[in-house]
């Protein structure tokens, strides 16, 4: 008897590829897949078989996969952007039809989706672009999902990823049609630049409390699972907390310990900091996070550093103090969460920039309603962003929602003294004292900018505006400096 036809593809089965598929095939809709490497495929269907004989068909060959699905077909990729997207739909397209649509589901490039949309849009194809956060585990249990493109294409599928995505009680499944073109892919960008800043401020936190304060591991573990039942509640934490728990299985102490300080990337984050210069958006949280993971990566450079200031009476401490653990596990509670706010209210910031120069008409709020679950960046403070955007849909910067700011305001104490302690005792903190930088300067209504604006004057005649009279001025400064000297 022929197999009947399945309701969805999906091509590239590494492990993303392959839970997302199961996960699909467990929401009860049947699922054909393939890859080009042949033994994935056998090993999904195995594992389908162990989950609970899911309704999971596997192919080796891209013509009988396209045909076992039943149409309009729907395929989504799940393959290393770039060049291997391209090859995968050329490989698909031979084999489609008109009407039939392919979902690139990687952390692709915005604007190589649209390119992409245009091109199968001349075979007769429909296209999206969905990002897809909340790694392996998120993909097999239920991820946040980020498509944008073609909404025809979207409603095709519209019922799969209601019941695939992460189910937020109160708040419903973590998947929305974010919006045209790009918007899918940049908005998962963005996203993964705001997981790099998150990242960063809590190895931050972690380094002052273990550098300065002498945090054992047993004490950051204690500090991270009781920071995790108030309003840093969020995955992040709650894997840190974890983390600190897991001894070496290769010797003694705690595996993290052993764990070679250099942090790997795989390009979101650069690009959310390319597209913060481009559109002139203020990012400097996500930019010292980057900057962090570059610096990281010049152990061997920092190891022979560390010798030349050592010698120069430069320990790694800078002061040796003593400091009350409890407040300052207190105080880098209160730091963390004040520049986290700091780290959102970029990434919103570059979002709406994108979205008015696209018109894509993104709902920031709705962004925030489908991070609260699956996703790395999820959080129990996204809910309180939704709602900031809910009583104000053209707020200028989360700083101002007055939630938020009276909660910043009651932490800024705090947030100081920690970036003081650190500073003093030669421990760098980027991204916290980064973000204090972007408050102290959002918060000012007169900055040094003037004299910048002054000297471009000087050596540029580029002209300058006055506080006191409308239009535009140019001084002859260097004239009236000359004869002020006579």
């Known amino acids: 008897m022929a197999q009947p036809l399945t309701r969805i593809g999906l091509a590239g089965l590494a492990v993303m590829g392959q839970n997302l598929a199961l996960n699909i095939a467990d929401k009860g809709f049947p699922i054909s897949v393939y890859n080009r490497t042949t033994s994935k495929v056998d090993e999904t269907v195995e594992r389908a078989k162990q989950e609970g004989n899911l309704p999971l068909y596997g192919f080796h060959d891209p013509e009988a996969f396209v045909n076992s699905i039943k149409k309009p077909r729907v395929i989504i990729m799940l393959v290393k952007a770039g060049a291997p997207v391209d090859q995968t739909i050329k490989t698909l397209s031979g084999f489609l039809e008109k009407g039939d649509c392919i979902i690139d589901g990687g952390n692709e490039w915005y604007e190589n989706t649209e390119r992409r949309e245009k091109e199968v849009a001349e075979l007769g194809l429909l296209y999206l672009g969905m990002g897809v956060s909340g790694g392996e585990e998120g993909a097999r249990r239920g991820p946040s999902m980020m498509p944008g493109g073609s909404f025809e294409a979207y409603k095709y599928i519209e019922d799969?990823?209601?019941?695939v995505a992460a189910q937020v009680p109160d708040s419903g499944p973590c998947v929305t049609y974010i919006g045209k073109g790009g918007s899918g892919n940049f908005v998962k960008m963005i996203h993964n630049g705001i997981e790099y800043g998150d990242m960063q401020l809590i190895a931050e936190a972690y380094d002052v409390l273990k550098s300065v304060g002498k945090l054992t591991n047993e004490e950051l573990q204690s500090a991270f699972t009781e920071w995790n039942k108030g309003e840093l509640l969020s995955f992040l934490i709650e894997i840190t907390a974890d983390i600190f728990g897991i001894k070496d299985d290769k010797g003694d102490g705690y595996l993290v310990d052993k764990v070679l300080d250099k942090t790997g990337m795989k390009g979101t984050g650069k690009w959310t900091v390319q597209q913060a210069a481009?559109?002139?958006?203020a990012a400097p949280t996500i930019e010292a996070s980057l900057d962090a993971r570059f610096l990281s990566g010049l152990k061997d450079e920092r190891v022979e550093a560390?010798?030349?200031?050592?010698?120069?009476?430069f320990g790694d401490i800078l002061t040796d103090q003593t400091v009350d653990k409890k407040q300052l596990i207190d105080d880098v509670r209160k730091a963390l969460y004040a520049a986290k706010i700091c780290s959102y209210a970029q990434g919103m910031n570059l979002i709406r920039a994108k979205s008015a120069e696209k018109g894509w008409d993104l709902?920031?709020?709705?962004?925030?309603r489908i991070w609260k679950g699956g996703c790395i960046i999820r959080a129990i403070f996204l809910d309180r962003i939704k709602q900031a955007y809910d009583r104000n849909p053209n707020l200028a910067n989360l700083l101002v929602d007055p939630d938020f700011a009276k909660e910043i305001i009651d932490r800024q104490g705090a947030w100081r003294r920690v970036v003081c302690l650190a500073v003093n005792s030669g421990i760098s903190i980027p991204g916290m004292s980064a973000s204090l930088a972007y408050f102290d300067t959002y918060r000012r209504d007169r900055l040094p900018a003037n004299l910048v604006q002054a000297q471009r004057?000087?050596?540029g005649a580029h002209t300058y505006e006055r506080v006191d009279i409308e239009g535009s001025y140019h001084t002859e400064w260097f004239k009236l400096a000359q004869q002020s000297k006579i």
């Open 457 to 459: 004057d000087y050596f």
């Open 363 to 368: 709902a920031l709020g709705e962004l925030a």
């Open 278 to 281: 481009e559109l002139s958006v």
């Open 306 to 313: 560390a010798k030349v200031f050592k010698a120069g009476g």
């Open 160 to 163: 799969i990823l209601l019941k």
